[in-house]
C-alpha cells in the first residue's frame, strides 16, 4: 500500500510539475487529444501502460 500511495504522489508531482510549468503545451496536447480518434488514444494508452509496466518491473529487479 506505501508503495501505490509512493507512485500515486509522483504522478500527481510530474503532472502538476507538467502543468505549472508548460500551460500552453499542455492546452494544445489536450486540443490535440480531443482531435484524436478513440483507437489512436487507446493505442497511445496502451503503449503508456506497457512502458509503465516496463519500468516497475525493471525497477523492482
Same mark, same amino acid.
Given at each position: 500500500?506505501? +508503495?501505490?500511495?509512493? @507512485? ?5 508531482? &510530474? ?6 510549468? @508548460?500551460?500552453?503545451? @499542455? ?10 480518434? +478513440? ?8 503503449? @503508456? ?5 516496463? &519500468? ?6
Amino acid at each position: 500500500m506505501k +508503495d501505490f500511495v509512493t @507512485a500515486l504522489g509522483l504522478v500527481l508531482v &510530474i503532472e502538476g510539475a507538467f502543468y505549472a510549468l @508548460a500551460p500552453a503545451v @499542455a492546452k494544445i496536447m489536450m486540443r490535440q487529444g480531443i482531435a484524436a480518434s +478513440d483507437s489512436v488514444l487507446r493505442g497511445c494508452g496502451l503503449v @503508456a501502460l506497457a512502458l509503465g509496466v516496463a &519500468i516497475v518491473w525493471l525497477a523492482r529487479i
